[in-house]
């Protein structure tokens, strides 16, 4: 479109006069651009303006391109080149139809070259310029950046070989790491992950190749894929940040990493194996801002959420939260503290590792290695005249009858277990050799967690789902045919997978006198399940099914990590 037509269809919109329109164009005319920058120059309209009126002049829907990602997958259809010559930039793909936003929808030019180099068809939508080109400026900045670094990696010819090869020599490995291309590559893969909101990366050698992946709302997505070579200088460099040897690469090691990005610093917790090619390295990222401790905005139902906060107010007992690693058993137990620590109160953890640093908390971090054991810990804890204590996990026999023994004398006693439900916590206990009595007489609440995606809701769209499904997966006959449910179509807002965050599935089990009393009897954990529905005990899947009513997720996602039982 012709910038004279732009103008004149925001003229007859009354949203500039002409004059304002004329000096635009005559500014246009000598130092170039578009018109609708300039009139925002001006200061006679704001790209919101623009965009939302293009938007409906046209009937493309609008994009925010500050909200999410997108896969470097969709942004290598479309050449850098291409993207900045027109303004636009892929956003998603559906089928053999791409979106890709726009500052002109109605550019024919553009639109008909981006679908012969793509061979998809093309679904305009419409963006600011501004955001357009800090979106360009963002990714495929990143993505030549990191292409720009392999190629510089290889022209130096370092020689580098694996292990199973020839053998590496220190010297050439301590002078790789060293390398230009390596050091940035290493922070490039870091800052790309904070910036994406990542939980972990995964750096992982193969036969003949080499990835690197994020783990972002729980699933793992790979992000880069550099050559094989690159291996042993990049997990060189981790280890170097991290703190640990190098030479070693038989046996595994854990360490830390401290990264400041802008006024934010996030915490790395790295772990590296040996593995049949190589070294594998996985980093968690502990983002002290993203620690959420307002345990209302868990996904917690009113009812269990009433349990918790009688539970962790009760002057001593324990608390158990189980769940498997990464469902948010550590900020479930670090919320309760939170609510717990006032100035009054005494609360020392025994945390392996230290996630957060908890102002007012009394951490300590365990060292297996010098004999720091948890239920080393725990003895000196004692001694230490606490009102509160918090286990990272109990293992095993001798630290279980150490928490226990603590809850019975007057402490409040916070822990997790590996179990796959709530009620299996007893068995476990009892199968460590914690006689049914003293778990009978310790135990005030137990909790099991899951993390499922939340629905995009800005792709939300409600679909149908054969009734006998719904009715497998716990509706029953008469709501499964009228229970709505939904899933998300793919934006660029949630990077096209139709998921956006995490919410909670949780199991809360009060215990009472009578659930006290089965389990003294040594019943079974499917009795003690049944008695503890009977007190408003609701299981994980029937916690997703509810998150399904509310329209929260899918039904995938709640089979995905739930039972039926």
Do not use: W
């Not at 559906?94 to 024919?108: E, H, K």
């Not at 189980?322 to 948010?328: A, D, E, W």
């Not at 928490?403 to 460590?432: E, Q």
């Not at 995009?456 to 054969?466: A, F, K």
């Amino acid at each position: 479109m012709s910038s004279g037509r732009i103008g004149e269809m925001l003229v007859r919109a009354n949203l500039i006069t002409p004059e304002q329109l004329h000096e635009a164009i005559a500014l246009q005319k000598s130092s170039g651009g578009r018109i609708g920058s300039i009139l925002v120059k001006l200061k006679y309209l704001n790209e919101e303006a623009i965009t939302s009126f293009l938007g409906r002049q046209y009937g493309v829907p609008p994009v925010d391109l500050s909200k999410g990602t997108i896969d470097p997958a969709i942004l290598a259809l479309v050449p850098a080149e291409v993207a900045r010559k027109y303004l636009l930039i892929p956003v998603s793909r559906t089928g053999g139809s791409l979106r890709v936003a726009m500052a002109d929808p109605s550019d024919i030019v553009a639109i008909d070259e981006v679908r012969f180099i793509t061979g998809h068809n093309i679904q305009p939508m419409v963006a600011s310029e501004t955001s357009i080109q800090n979106a360009l400026n963002r990714y495929y900045e990143t993505a030549g950046f990191a292409r720009s670094l392999v190629r510089d990696f290889e022209q130096k010819e370092l020689g580098i070989a694996e292990p199973d090869q020839r053998g590496i020599d220190l010297a050439d490995l301590y002078r790789a790491t060293e390398e230009a291309p390596v050091i940035k590559l290493v922070n490039l893969i870091l800052t790309d992950a904070i910036n994406k909101g990542a939980s972990d990366i995964h750096i992982e050698p193969y036969e003949k190749t080499f990835r690197i992946r994020f783990r972002l709302d729980g699933i793992l997505h790979e992000v880069m894929s550099p050559p094989l070579t690159m291996h042993p200088a990049v997990t060189s460099r981790v280890k170097i940040m991290a703190r640990l040897d190098i030479a070693e690469r038989r046996m595994p090691q854990d360490g830390r990493i401290k990264v400041r990005a802008g006024q934010r610093e996030v915490d790395l917790r790295v772990s590296i194996i040996p593995t049949l090619f190589g070294e594998k390295v996985v980093m968690r990222l502990l983002n002290r801002e993203n620690l959420e401790l307002d345990m209302s905005k868990f996904g917690f139902e009113p009812e269990a959420l009433a349990m918790i906060e009688k539970a962790i107010f009760a002057p001593y007992g324990m608390i158990l939260v189980t769940g498997p690693t990464g469902s948010g058993k550590t900020t479930t137990l670090y919320s309760a503290l939170a609510r717990l620590n006032n100035v009054d109160t005494n609360i020392m953890t025994a945390e392996d590792p230290i996630e957060y640093n908890l102002t007012g908390i009394n951490q300590t971090q365990i060292k297996t290695d010098i004999g720091l054991t948890f239920a080393a810990l725990l003895r000196s804890f004692l001694r230490q005249d606490p009102d509160i204590i918090m286990v990272g996990e109990i293992r095993d026999f001798e630290t279980a009858e150490i928490a226990i023994k603590a809850a019975l004398t007057g402490h409040l006693v916070l822990s997790t277990v590996h179990t796959n439900d709530a009620m299996s916590t007893v068995g476990r206990l009892t199968s460590m050799g914690v006689p049914p009595y003293l778990v009978s007489a310790s135990l005030n609440l137990l909790l099991a967690q899951r993390l499922v995606r939340r629905l995009c809701v800005e792709c939300r769209t409600e679909v149908s789902v054969p009734v006998s499904t719904l009715e497998d997966l716990g509706f029953s006959p008469q709501e499964a045919r009228r229970v709505p449910c939904y899933r998300g179509k793919g934006c660029a807002a949630c990077s096209d997978t139709g998921y956006r965050g995490r919410i909670g599935l949780y199991e809360v089990a009060l215990l009472n006198e009578e659930i006290r009393g089965a389990i003294l009897n040594g019943v079974s954990t499917a009795e003690l399940r049944t008695l503890g529905r009977k007190y408003g005990m609701q299981t994980l899947r029937e916690s997703g099914l509810q998150k399904m009513r509310e329209g929260i997720t899918t039904v995938e996602e709640v089979v995905r990590v739930t039972s039926l039982f």
